[in-house]
């Protein structure tokens, strides 16, 4: 049975500086391959508009509203009819949109939290950016990047009626191995974030120091002047989407690091990470809680604390081994994180909620 779905998303039109977009894409192709219809809505933002990689996405109904004010003008009717309206995270003025959002629709109403963690600490804090948590009992579901003990909490201390895993995914139609000559010895794709930049410093710039003759990339944005790089580590300072599959081809190994909130969270892989295994590139991770229920250490996935841990995995661990650990990590993704599988999940959630 077709459902129809409205998604009021931070952004689907540019990956710049954000994680949401990739994710959205791949969901909504998916949802609209199995048939169903969806309207996604922008607010459409400065920053977004000058770093449009996807202006005109080629699946389901792309709108851009300019303000609250345009959006309950404009949209009333698609959002009080759809089968499900769904609000992510970081949605400008989210508290006001869900609160419009979960009084308008008559049909399920979801939270999408690409954020979880982050989300959590800010209501800690008091710092109600996108979500409060007076809003949280008014969405039938709580659809979270971070899966574990969080769910519970979510429901237990913030009374959510159900929070369930909506993980990130990937597309392998974009994300695949290729043969591609080795540029790199390590690589990382991230935008810089305070929390991330110790273990990068750790991980990756501290073996770096220590082995000149290697070679390392860090692709993305906002990275403050005042770093100091190696020489032997080469600065991307945005790679779209597009470019991705390249990028990880060109690696012997991928570098992940994970948020410290998610960290502490656990459970909370990266869209980076699935991206990496997809292209069948062996990838060395930070440690955190429920790592191994995503992918199993050693077999799938190399875990590192120190420099010199990334360094014996970089010089001594043989080339057959490295490729078959990169094409173990891309089997466990073709079978259970792709945006297909999200896709399913969602609509049997969204198809539960209603009964």
């Known amino acids: 049975m ?23 894409r791949g969901l909504v192709r998916e949802l609209v391959r199995r048939g169903h219809d969806v309207l996604f ?48 995270s970081y949605v400008p003025e989210g508290v006001t949109v869900g609160e419009w959002a979960t009084r308008t629709a008559r049909g399920v109403k979801a939270f999408y939290d690409i954020d979880t963690p982050v989300t959590l600490a800010k209501l800690e804090r008091e710092d109600y950016e996108y979500l409060a948590p007076h ?64 273990p990068l410093e750790r991980l990756m710039l501290d073996a770096a120091r220590r ?11 906002q990275y403050p002047e005042s770093i100091r790089w190696p020489a032997n580590v080469e600065r991307i300072h945005h790679l779209p ?33 699935f991206e990496a295994a997809a292209c069948a590139v062996p990838i060395i991770s930070d440690r955190w809680e429920g790592i191994e229920t995503i992918f199993e250490p050693d077999e799938e996935i190399f875990l590192a604390d120190t420099a010199a841990d990334v360094l014996r995995l970089l010089r001594e661990l043989p080339d057959e081994e490295r490729r078959a650990a990169g094409q173990r990590g891309r089997d466990k993704i073709l079978t259970k994180h792709t945006a297909a599988h999200r896709a399913a999940e969602l609509e049997q959630y969204v198809r539960e909620t209603k009964q």
Not at 3 to 23: D, K, P, Q
Not at 242 to 271: C, K
């Open 241 to 273: 989407p597009a470019e991705h599959r390249n990028f990880y081809n060109e690696q012997a190994f991928a570098l992940t690091i994970t948020r410290a909130d998610m960290v502490r969270a656990g459970y909370s892989p990266s869209v980076r990470l």
């Open 135 to 198: 809003l949280i009992p008014r969405y039938d579901l709580y659809l979270s990047f971070t899966g574990g003990p969080t769910l519970a909490r979510l429901e237990k201390q913030f009374h959510s009626p159900r929070a369930v895993p909506l993980y990130c995914s990937v597309d392998p139609d974009l994300y695949f191995p290729e043969r591609h000559k080795r540029k790199w010895d390590l690589g990382y794709l991230g935008t810089y974030s305070d929390d991330r930049q110790p």
């Open 211 to 221: 082995w000149p003759q290697g070679k390392f990339v860090v692709a993305g944005p």
């Open 41 to 88: 809505l922008e607010h459409d933002k400065p920053w977004y508009a000058d770093n449009r990689d996807c202006p005109n996405p080629p699946f389901g109904r792309t709108e851009l509203y300019a303000s609250v004010a345009d959006l309950r003008s404009r949209f009333v009717a698609d959002v009080r009819d759809a089968d499900a309206v769904i609000v992510g």
């Open 2 to 24: 077709k459902l129809r779905i409205v998604i009021i998303g931070l952004s689907i039109t540019s990956s710049w500086g954000n994680g949401h977009a990739t994710t959205y």
